[in-house]
Every structure is written in C-alpha cells, then in structure tokens.
T-cell receptor, first 112, second 114 residues
C-alpha cells in the first residue's frame, strides 16, 4: 500500500533551525509537495520537488531523495509565525491515473 | 483578489438533514476538489472534477455527491449526513488538473453532525 510518515509534533526555539522529515513508501512516485497550514486556516503551498536535491526558497528549503523515499523541509531563522502544521503530499501515478496523497502533517510549535 | 471561497464556514446540523457546502473560485481553474481533514488522518480526497461536467471519486466518496455545472462552482452535497461526516472540509482548485499543479485551498468548512 501507500504510506507517508511524518512526526506528529515538533518544538523548536525562535531563531533556530528545524528539519521536518517525511518518508514515503509508494509505487509510481511522481513528485512531492510541502504545504503549510496555520491552525484553523487553509493549507498554502510551500514547495514542490520532483528531482533529487535541495530546493531553496528564502528561509525555507526542501530536499528530496527518491531512492530513499525521503524528503525534509528545513526552516531557518525560525519566527513565531512559523508555528503551524506542515503537510507532506506525494504524487502517485499508476498507468493513466494518479493521485495526491497527504501525510498526517507535523505540528511545529516555535517557542520564544 | 484570486481566491477560493466556501460557505458556510461553520455548520451544525442533525443526522439526515440534507445540506450543501458551496465552493467557488475566481481563477478560471479547470480542476476542483473536495477534501476532508480529520485528526490523525490528514487530508483525504472526497471528489474531484477535471472540468465542467467531469467529476470522479476520490478516496472517501461514500455519503457525498458533487456537481460541476459551471467552471467556477463545485458544491459538495450531503444527502443524509451522519455523525461520522463531522469533519473539516476544504475545497481546492488548480489551473490545469495536473497533479503537479499547485492547489489553492478555500478557508475550510467545519461541519458538525449531531
């Protein structure tokens, strides 16, 4: 079956760096998204990786290793407003069909 | 402002009373989708639509209906709601319907079925 694993909760300190991991066991992998979701709000797009390596976008970076079924989201210079859930989502393609499967999300709490 | 809107934002209802949650987008997107989000289960897709008059089941379609008569609107219908449909619902849209497209989510509808 298809499975995506993320830690449920993480805590970090303002100004620090935090890495949120996502591992997946899927067939037909065709890309991975990271979304940010503040409590009670809609998910918003952070990044998309389809090739191995690191994609940097300001304070946020996302890494993918397809051979290891592994991705991480790196948040630098943490700010209080980064307290949110971070959702990993994997694109799975099989024949002519595909779907986007979300992990459970990681709730990050940033403390002063 | 480009956005996805949903109404109502909050709804408390009783078992068996038909309800509709509306979703509208003003970005001329072809693809629209409904998700439900439950603690510990993440976002799960209910139905999606690749374009007008084209809809298909997602992972958890039981107990739901949808229609896509116009490009901008994609209502979610619960003909006979049950307590296990208590959840947070999100509508989303994307430009072309390719899975690699970024999805834009509405603000969510928190539904409680008593």
């Amino acid at each position: 079956g298809q499975n995506i694993d993320q830690p449920t909760e993480m805590t970090a300190t303002e100004g620090a760096i935090v890495q949120i991991n996502c591992t997946y066991q899927t067939s037909g992998f065709n890309g991975l998204f990271w979304y940010q979701q503040h409590a009670g709000e809609a998910p918003t797009f952070l990044s998309y990786n389809v090739l191995d390596g690191l994609e940097e976008k300001g304070r946020f970076s996302s890494f993918l290793s397809r051979s290891k079924g592994y991705s991480y989201l790196l948040l630098k210079e943490l700010q209080m407003k980064d307290s949110a859930s971070y959702l990993c989502a994997v694109i799975i393609v099989s024949g002519n069909t595909g779907k986007l499967i979300f992990g459970q999300g990681t709730t990050l709490q940033v403390k002063p | 402002e480009a956005q996805v809107t949903q109404n109502p934002r909050y709804l408390i209802t009783v078992t068996g009373k038909k309800l509709t949650v509306t979703c509208s987008q003003n970005m001329n997107h072809e693809y629209m989708s409904w998700y439900r989000q439950d603690p510990g289960l993440g976002l799960r897709q209910i139905y999606y639509s690749m374009n007008v008059e084209v809809t298909d089941k997602g992972d958890v379609p039981e107990g739901y209906k949808v229609s896509r008569k116009e490009k901008r609107n994609f209502p979610l219908i619960l003909e006979s709601p049950s307590p296990n449909q208590t959840s947070l619902y999100f509508c989303a849209s994307s430009k072309r319907g390719k899975l690699t497209d970024t999805q834009y989510f509405g603000p969510g509808t928190r539904l409680t079925v008593l």
